[in-house]
């Protein structure tokens, strides 16, 4: 069963409390050495690997540049549920803004979101949560005010800016730097779903509303394209205890609870249906799946991962644009 008291224990079991940092993240995981295929080739696993659970990224990794789950994914994740693997989303996303992208694509899978600090059945259950303690969150609001980092809030009620503008603006700067979509309309389209669908509120003072509201906050994302910024606040956020500090994209930061991490949050759920890390095998592409990808029994990259994340994988699948979720899938099931 999933619980605060499982995800305590598995952090301190791993010396989680005491964190570890590495490329610029912040994960409570040792690192488990890995085979690594260092000219970055298409994988071939031996037939024998049987695989119990499968933990999927969305961004960059699930989810092409349009922002869908292609046909031939939506395919391999089905494949995989008919012959009794558990198939799990392991998103940085919140539960509002992965849902409408895992529906709209016919998959029914449970999620978890925000970095692992919002578990959810595939009925939409919650069944685990952890915040970011308000003292913590005060500590993070002034280290990007003072850094000079645009960034949002996201609760249990959507995610928060003080600012409509900037917030179009990252997302704007985000998309092109990930996407191969280049028609200016369309990626302007994509950031504004994020207000027109109600996953991001435009509020007046992020205080005044987590106060009224009683809010608990699972992320602070903070936002540049400044370089230095980004890694003076990194530096100073990585400083305060508590906390979980990674990455998705070259323009961002996301802090959590160091109880909130992808890597903690597929143990527990593994644990829960009794399934051993060895049988799981995770697919991500950015910094805020290292937790993960560390800890699996096969981790596997995307082809479009950052060098850092492939580097602690076993093997590197296609790229989002080639549907490598989907390669990588069938290669394991035979």
Known sequence: MLTRSNIVANTRRRGGLRGHKEYGTYTFFPAIKQK?????????????????????????TLLNHHQTVSPANVEAVRLAQSRGVEVVIATGRSYREALPLIKEAGLHCPM??????????????????????????????SILKNTQLYYEVYTDEGTLTEDREKAMDIVLDYYKGTSLENNVDHLHSLA???????????????????????????????????????????????????????????????????????????????????????????????????????????????GNAAEEVKAVCQFTTKTNEEDGVAFAIKRILG
Do not use: W
């Open 192 to 302: 504004q779903q994020r207000f027109t669908t109600g996953s991001v509120h435009l509020v007046e003072s992020f205080s005044h509303y987590l106060t009224q509201h009683e809010a608990p906050v699972f992320k602070v994302m903070g936002y540049s394209i400044d370089p230095s910024r980004l890694a003076k606040a990194r530096h100073l956020l990585s400083a305060v205890s508590g906390l979980a500090v990674s990455a998705s994209a070259p323009i961002n930061l996301e802090v959590n609870s160091e109880l909130a991490q992808k890597g903690n949050a597929v143990q527990t759920y593994a644990e829960s249906l009794g399934i051993t890390l060895k049988d799981v095998m995770a697919i991500g592409d950015s910094f805020n799946d290292l937790s993960m990808l560390r800890i699996v029994g096969m981790p596997v990259a995307m």
């Open 36 to 60: 690594l295929i260092s000219n970055g080739s298409i994988f071939k696993p031996e037939r024998t690997l049987s695989m119990k659970l499968i933990a999927l990224d969305m961004d960059g």
């Open 112 to 141: 978890l979101c925000v970095n692992g600090a919002d578990i959810r059945t595939a009925e939409g259950k919650r069944v685990a949560h952890f915040p970011i303690a308000l003292d913590l969150y005060q500590q993070v609001a």
